[in-house]
């Protein structure tokens, strides 16, 4: 990339700040996910035999990802999906072991599993979780085409605003900056709404990750 002003090397460390909160957040998101999906449907997916199996794979699985084991994490991660893909332990586990993979600088890997979460998930919100993980991957390598088409379409309702947090981010790196501030202006209201109608229920997190898109829309200018 071409030498970069010093304001445009702090919008992007903001956005490279953001990637790393939400490699960090993706955590949580996994573990809501997963309590709900797999405590609610897994036994009606999946007979019990074959759920014990896939959750203690899973269980390996993130116990290497806590280690940092990207060799075991990755072979978990392989197995899930081969041998237990129906479950919802294959996509949940891909995802983890993406997350991974990104923060150790193994994109190819990281690539390979959020595009089998893509196409294979049994849910909307993993599919459309690993395609805007994916995106922010494309957007890191500057492959900026291939991110805008991730990121078009239609989107989960509890992504919508991540998914316009993201175009920004996109036309922020592909220095339209007035694109940028529409949608992040954009994706502030749809969080508002959100936490709107949460109301006291609206958790620490998305409070947070408002303070987060305010930070870059006060970047390209803030409210018009």
Excluded: C
């Excluded at 990637?19 to 009606?44: C, L």
Aim: proline share 1%; net charge negative.
């Amino acid at each position: 990339m071409a030498a970069l002003d010093l304001e445009e090397q702090e919008q992007l460390s903001a956005i490279k700040a953001w990637w790393n909160q939400w490699g960090n957040a993706i955590t949580w998101v996994v573990i809501a996910i997963s309590a709900a999906i797999i405590g609610q449907q897994a036994w009606g997916w999946y007979n019990r035999d074959q759920s014990v199996k896939a959750s203690a794979v899973f269980d390996t699985l993130q116990e290497a990802a806590l280690a940092g084991d990207l060799k075991k994490t990755r072979e978990a991660a392989g197995e899930l999906t081969e041998h237990y893909a129906s479950s919802p332990y294959a996509a949940l586990g891909a995802l983890l072991s993406a997350k991974v993979h990104v923060e150790n600088s193994d994109t190819k890997t990281a690539r390979a599993q959020l595009e089998w979460v893509k196409d294979k998930a049994p849910e909307d919100v993993l599919r459309d979780l690993a395609r805007l993980r994916l995106a922010y991957v494309m957007i890191e390598e500057q492959a900026f085409d291939d991110a805008a088409k991730l990121l078009d379409g239609k989107a989960e309702a509890s992504l919508e605003a991540r998914f316009l947090e993201a175009r920004g981010d996109l036309h922020l790196m592909r220095d339209q900056r007035d694109e940028a501030r529409a949608a992040y202006q954009s994706a502030l209201t749809k969080l508002d709404d959100v936490i709107k109608a949460e109301g006291e229920a609206a958790s620490l997190a998305q409070q947070g990750y408002r303070s987060v898109i305010e930070i870059k829309l006060d970047a390209v200018g803030g409210k018009q």
